[in-house]
Each structure stands twice: as structure tokens, then as C-alpha cells.
């Protein structure tokens, strides 16, 4: 076999996901209650009812997150409630978590992001704890690479309108941040993309602490992380994640869609 041009091989590797690859056939709703699981199975949410999952309804303003009191790992599509920009229940009587507050300025700064996931995962919060961002030193963290802001301070508990500008400003353009003395937010232009990105940064965390451990940690090249970012977070890449991540949940709770 000829060696061939690696140019020539990423464009037949990208033509080829995109004609035979698909993933799961899913509508919002069913794909919120499925990243909702997903994050809980991988640790996001083992500390009790903080953090939150929000993701744009058809109407503007209007965005779609589980009543206050429901835990990640139970929702089901009747624990789904829309709210507006103002956390009014559209049902004029569900309660929304209180935190989705400063997800509305997310929204408000970036039009491009469809839904967000906000989360203390454990090594995520290790990290928040020491004042120390994100290194992109292994490959499973490349999606990472540019890519995910650092908060250095806790603006402070987010229920208010102060500290969903200061969140989203220090976001930027970006799609991940890491908040000292807090946790993650990613966003993502599909359900797929925000939930798939928390659980590869809760994954890439944990690496870095023992790493650190061991030596100090080696960043990968940027222009090898940057190869590396663009073709890992291409939407077709993270929709088959995501459907791998959920095929595993419905084997779980076969019903947790009725």
C-alpha cells in the first residue's frame, strides 16, 4: 500500500462521515432528557440539585429546563418546562431552578448557542479549587485547545444579573470555561455538542491532576491540538458521541423517553 497524502485522506474521512455516519433520531426534548442522564451517569451530578441544563425553545426568549427540585439523573419529558427570558414558567405555575438566570445572559451575548450545561463535576471543581485552568496536554483534551475560557474569580452565587454578565463576558467567544471556586459551562449549537463537550471535560480534568502528580504536564504542540480540535468537535463527530453516550442510557431505563 502507497503512502498517500494526509490532506487528501482528511477530506475522504470528512466526506464519509458526513454521507454514511448518523446518529440517533431524537427531538429536543427527548435528546434534553438524554443529555440530562448521560451527565448525570458520568458524575455531574452527584452533589445534589446544583447546576443546570438550559436549550433555546422555537420561540424566541423562551428556553427549555427542568423544574427546580428534579434531579439530572431522574428527568423524564414531563419534568421539561419552558421559561422565558425572566424564569417565568410558560405553564404559569412549574418552578425553574433560580441559577438559570445567568444561562439567559449566555444567550443574550451569543446568538450562536443553543443550549448550555453548567455542572460541578469532580475534577472539574479540583481544578476551580486551585486557581488552575485547563492544560491541553493529552489528546482526549484537544477539543479544548483555544477553546475554554478561565473565570480566575467567583463572581458570587448566580442568581443574579451580575454575575451572568460577568460569566458571559469572561466566555467570550469560546465554547467551554472553566470557573475558579465553581465548576464548567459549555455551550454548544446543539444539545449534542453542550453535553457531549461537559462530559470530554470532566474526562480531561482528572487526567491533568494525576499527571500532575506524577511530573509537570506537557502541553501538546498547538499546531498538533489544533488539527486534532477542529476534527474532534465537527458536528457530526459530536452527534455520534452523543448517540453513543445516550444508546447507553435507553439500555438503562428503556422508558426514561415515555
Sequence with gaps: MQAQDKEALRARVDREIEQRARGGQWDTRQRFVLACRMLAAHG??????????????????????LRFGIGADEARLSDLILIDEDLNPLDGQ???NPANRFHVWVYRHRPDVQCIVHTHPPAV???????EPLVVA????????????YLPQWPGLPIGDEEGEIIAGALGDKRSILLANHGLLTTGRSIDEAAVLA?????????????RAIGPVQPVPPERAKEAHDFLVKPRILELT?????????????GCLD
Excluded at 471543581?125 to 486557581?131: D, I, N, P, R, T
Excluded at 493529552?138 to 475560557?149: E, I, L, Q, R, S
Excluded at 445516550?246 to 431505563?253: C, K, N, S, T, Y
Design 44 to 65: 455531574h451530578w452527584n452533589g445534589g440539585l446544583a447546576g443546570q441544563i438550559t436549550a433555546r425553545g422555537d420561540e424566541p426568549g423562551t428556553f427549555w429546563t
Design 94 to 96: 412549574s418552578l425553574p
Design 125 to 131: 471543581s479540583a481544578l476551580s479549587m486551585v486557581g
Design 138 to 149: 493529552h489528546m482526549d483534551a484537544t477539543p479544548f485547545h483555544d477553546d475554554c475560557a
Design 199 to 211: 462530559i470530554w471535560l470532566e474526562q480531561a480534568a482528572p487526567l491533568q491532576l494525576r499527571a
Design 242 to 254: 452523543f448517540a453513543y453516550f445516550a444508546r447507553r442510557m435507553l439500555r438503562e431505563d428503556p
